[in-house]
């Protein structure tokens, strides 16, 4: 008699794949023991056989229309009456080692093979109850979950904070609140050799994968990172490990990041623009304020109606060519600096950040209606946000600001670091020093087009007697 192996198991914690292959060896013994000759084996390695998910091998199993079917436990093959069924279709004999013979072919054998699936599920689901009472009890209690791989950011312990992996997560989410992408901090993370505990366990370094977009955005915005424990997403209780974010920056960043209106480039709610000159330049036809885009591969600036379509290398060199050129022209950094020191060096710094607190708050009630976000995380993280927005309000009371210029480095580091100081920095520049108007997209190949072609840049501030920018 020919018979197919089939081996399970539900969770294989190391990837080693010994639970099923300690399965098989043992059926292939049962089968020479009798003199069975060994058809196949398929194997369905750390998949659960009561989760609802598709699984592969079974799948194939039934396709391959066996003679007669040898598995290590009958538990191991079928967990649900659906799936019984549809293995008596089979019409085939089952034999379990651990379980006896099942004769399908019978009306008395389909009956027993029904009553041991049927108590079998009975079991499942009376165990997963338990699992899930104890499950939410532990969370209430801050216990660590420790199913699966450890945290990224954590040791085995769940607890012990890896001081390396830290690091990089609170500089990744600095990143994020800076205007850098997802992307960006998957490849820093990357480089740093820092991977994911998923593609780094059991796999040689020169073979794992690097940081995912998915993988990062998942990090940045779990409760976990400001200890705080969860259960299906819900925060239930504090967490026993210390924290690695504070809660006002986890905050900002789950609203950031769970904002359904998050793109690249352009204004939006909850979500500081990526580009230079999105929401600031306007389109000379219709007056909206332009966006970051594509267009044929390259990154271009372009109005909703799409009348101007600038190449945004070019548009951003422009207008920060125009920003330095202004701060360098007689007479108007010493007035800037003393407009500072009558309204206080921090000003700027501060209406900035209420700014963008305010739109973090937006970008929370945005995340929730969409259902990015639980009501228990906007809560917490209104209140956190809020508590920051008022100080800042209570030190801004009767200030107008003006764009921040580090107190140490001055004037000189502003412009010889430009294209590498942070995004935030130089948009507030390019707001108060410019005005820059893009132009509708005429006949002229973009070969022989100018910078002047594609906009016009203006100074603000200006006395009748200085130059146009």
């Not at 990143?175 to 998923?198: N, S, Y």
């Not at 424990?229 to 925060?235: D, I, K, L, N, R």
């Not at 412009?415 to 108007?437: E, G, H, M, S, Y």
């Amino acid at each position: 008699m020919g018979v197919t192996i089939y081996v399970r198991l539900s969770l294989d914690q190391h990837g080693d794949e010994l639970g099923v292959q300690r399965q098989e060896a043992e059926c292939r013994a049962y089968a020479e023991a009798r003199g069975w000759a060994v058809r196949e084996v398929i194997p369905d390695n750390d998949i659960s056989a009561t989760s609802g998910k598709v699984r592969p091998g079974f799948e194939r199993l039934l396709a391959s229309k066996p003679d007669a079917i040898l598995c290590w436990h009958t538990d191991r093959l079928v967990r649900k009456t659906e799936d019984l069924l549809r293995v008596i279709a089979l019409g085939v004999n089952v034999h379990a080692i651990h379980a006896g013979h099942l004769d399908l072919s019978t009306p008395a054998g389909r009956a027993t093979a029904k009553t041991v699936t049927a108590w079998a599920e009975y079991e499942g689901e009376q165990k997963a109850l338990r699992q899930k009472a104890s499950n939410l009890q532990a969370a209430k209690n801050g216990t660590p979950h420790k199913t699966g791989l450890r945290p990224f950011g954590y040791a085995d312990d769940y607890v012990t904070m890896v001081e390396a992996e830290a690091e990089a997560i609170r500089k990744g989410a600095e990143m994020v609140l800076q205007g850098e992408t997802l992307a960006a901090v998957a490849r820093f993370w990357t480089d740093l050799g820092l991977l994911a505990p998923r593609s780094s366990s059991g796999t040689a370094k020169g073979d794992a994968k690097g940081w995912g977009v998915g993988g990062v955005k998942k990090v940045l915005i779990s409760p976990r990172y400001i200890a705080q424990a969860t259960y299906h997403g819900e925060v239930v209780g504090e967490g026993q490990w210390p924290a690695i974010l504070d809660e006002a920056t986890h905050y900002a960043l789950v609203s950031a990041l769970t904002n359904p209106k998050r793109f690249t480039g352009g204004a939006r709610t909850g979500s500081a623009p990526q580009t230079l000159l999105a929401g600031l330049a306007t389109c000379e036809r219709c007056g909206e304020t332009v966006r970051g885009g594509m267009y044929r591969g390259t990154p271009v600036y372009r109005c909703g109606q799409k009348h101007v379509r600038v190449p945004r290398e070019l548009a951003d060199k422009r207008a920060g060519n125009a920003v330095l050129a202004r701060i360098v022209f007689p007479g108007f950094l010493p007035w800037v600096l003393s407009a500072r020191q009558e309204e206080g060096d921090d000003s700027a710094h501060l209406h900035q950040e209420a700014q963008t607190l305010r739109e973090r708050l937006d970008g929370l009630a945005v995340s929730y209606a969409s259902g990015a976000i639980t009501l228990s995380q906007m809560t917490a993280g209104t209140e956190a946000i809020r508590a920051r927005l008022d100080e800042i309000d209570e030190k801004l009371s009767g200030v107008t600001g003006l764009p921040p210029i580090d107190p140490v480095s001055g004037i000189t580091d502003l412009i010889q670091d430009w294209p590498i100081t942070p995004l935030p920095v130089r948009r507030a520049w390019v707001k108060f020093v410019t005005t820059i108007t893009m132009h509708p997209n005429g006949f002229k190949k973009a070969a022989k087009m100018t910078a002047d072609d594609y906009m016009t840049v203006e100074w603000n501030h200006t006395s009748d007697d200085e130059p146009d920018a």
